[in-house]
């Protein structure tokens, strides 16, 4: 089943920044809106981004992320991107994409640890 692939994750510190991207495969991608979601330690996954599709641009956002992060798409090189700024430690989560009806099966994520 398709999987997209997610990358960019790591370790920084409260305050600094990372830029995550995700590579979907098919033709589902461009079609459909995607979403950001993550999964802190215990935790159940939840969404903190979208992007509608196409071309258009239109966002949505958590309110624990708002003006924070922002999520962008290109569409020819069917890959998403979540930069994430003045990271805080309750950002720390494994992080994944997917179509907002969860079209593709989960990937493995991405790790972003926010700590001293």
């Known amino acids: 089943q398709e999987q997209p692939v997610e990358s960019g994750g790591g370790l920084v510190q409260p305050g600094g920044s990372l830029r995550l991207s995700c590579e979907a495969p098919g033709s589902h991608f461009i079609r459909n809106a995607m979403g950001w979601y993550r999964q802190p330690p215990g935790k159940q996954r939840e969404l903190v981004a979208s992007i509608v599709a196409g071309s258009g641009g239109d966002t949505w956002y958590g309110d624990s992320v708002l003006g924070r992060f922002a999520i962008s798409r290109d569409n020819a090189k069917n890959t998403m991107y979540l930069q994430m700024n003045s990271l805080k430690p309750e950002d720390t989560a494994v992080y994944y994409c997917?179509?907002?009806?969860?079209?593709?099966?989960w990937g493995q994520g991405t790790q972003v640890t926010v700590s001293f």
């Open positions: 997917n179509t907002l009806t969860r079209y593709y099966s």
